[in-house]
Structure formats: C-alpha cells, structure tokens
C-alpha cells in the first residue's frame, strides 16, 4: 500500500550540473503536481500534470526547469544548469481526476547546490 | 502575494488541551481547503478537506471550521497529544483554476507534557 514515492531523498549537485527528481504516484492515481519549499516556509506550486500532459505550468520557472509525466514510469522534474537559489526541497503529490481530489504528498527530495 | 495566511506562528499547548489553528483566506473564488501536517523532514500528511458549500466537517478528533463570510478557516484539535507536535498548513484551490494549492506560511505546534 504504497504512498507517493520520490526518489532521491537527498541530491547534492554542484552549480551548472543537472538535477533529475523522480516521482510516482500512489496506486490509482493519475494526476501528478509538483511544489517546492524553502525552510520555514510554505509549498509553492509549480506544475501539475496527467499523463503525457502538463495541465498547468503556472508556477514554474521559464528557464532551466522542466517536467514529464510520461505514458509509462515516474514523473520527473528536470533542472539544468543548477545554481545555488535551487537548493529546496521538492515535494511531489498525486490525487485522483475530478475537481476538489485531496493531494497526498510524498517525502520530497532534498535538493543541495554545492 | 499569498491569499492564505495565518494568524499565529507559533502555537504552545499543555498535553490533554485543545488546539485551535487559525488561517485567513483572501480568494472569495476559493471552493476547496486543505489542512495538512508536516514533521521534520518529512512531506505534508492530509489531515481533513472541507468544500466551500460546507462549513464544518469533523473527522478523528479534528474539526475543520469554514467561515466564508470572514473568510476564515479553523482546525481544532481535540486532546491534543505530543505526536500531535508539528507545522500545520492551510491550502485553498481556486474554483476557476485547475487543481493547484495556494499553501500558507504554516503555524508550530508544540504540544509540553
């Protein structure tokens, strides 16, 4: 009975390397939503996708960041050319389709930017 | 800025008390609102969802109060317990978006024997 999972818990990254984030939802679930947060603060959304879609991009940035939620396999968030203002922590939720689904979160990836 | 805010930072409660955690909302086109839990180092754990055509919703020894009117939203802890001690935030989503929640700063918990 798994929940979300993400994979890596913690990536150490040096500045103008790449960052792949993984992501696969809980059993049953189709919809994929990403958020980022700095310490002592909330999660900001970036991104939410189905499969083979991206749904709404609104919150992320126009350069360097993408994301996937292939037909088969995980969700993966990309960052290029990391710098040290990408230090968070990444966190990954899945729901159900339909409107007002509750989004269960997994245990983020801690990303670090030497 | 964010439209979901909270009231008080911190919260200190004696084991056995109720809690109450405040959170203020701006968006009148809100339907939908999440509280949820978050240890240290870990991702936030749902706790309860209330829609806007509700105003209280109960669950196991929580209650989520919505109140549209002043546009505010509650979450009562009953007995609370230390393994109650975490941060708490509120999440809303906009009707005329799609699925995407606008979190608050977060309150403290912390819950002394």
């Known amino acids: 009975n798994a929940g979300v999972m993400q994979n890596p818990r913690h990536l150490v990254r040096r500045r103008g390397q790449e960052a792949r984030l993984r992501c696969s939802p809980m059993?049953?679930?189709?919809?994929v939503y990403w958020y980022r947060q700095l310490p002592e603060e909330g999660l900001k959304f970036m991104v939410y996708?189905?499969?083979?879609?991206?749904?709404?991009e609104s919150g992320m940035p126009k350069e360097r960041f993408s994301a996937e939620f292939p037909k088969e396999g995980p969700s993966i968030l990309r960052i290029q050319q990391v710098v040290r203002g990408d230090s968070a922590a990444y966190f990954c939720?899945?729901?159900?389709?339909?409107?007002?689904?509750?989004?269960?979160f997994g245990d983020g990836t801690r990303l670090s930017i030497l | 800025g964010e439209s979901v805010g909270l009231h008080l930072p911190t919260l200190s409660v004696q084991e056995g008390d109720n809690s109450i955690i405040n959170c203020a909302y701006s968006n009148s086109a809100s339907d939908y609102f999440i509280w949820y839990k978050q240890e240290s180092g870990k991702g936030p754990q749902f706790i309860i969802d209330i829609r806007s055509n509700m105003d209280k919703r109960q669950g196991q020894r929580v209650t989520v109060l919505l109140n549209k009117t002043v546009k505010h939203l509650s979450l009562q802890i009953a007995a609370t317990q230390p393994g109650d001690s975490a941060v708490y935030f509120c999440a809303e989503k906009d009707r005329r978006g799609y699925n995407k929640l606008i979190f608050g700063a977060g309150t403290r918990l912390a819950v002394h024997p």
């Open positions: 996708l189905q499969k083979e879609n991206i749904i709404d």
């Open positions: 939720a899945s729901s159900r389709g339909g409107d007002n689904q509750p989004q269960h």
């Open positions: 059993k049953g679930h189709s919809h």
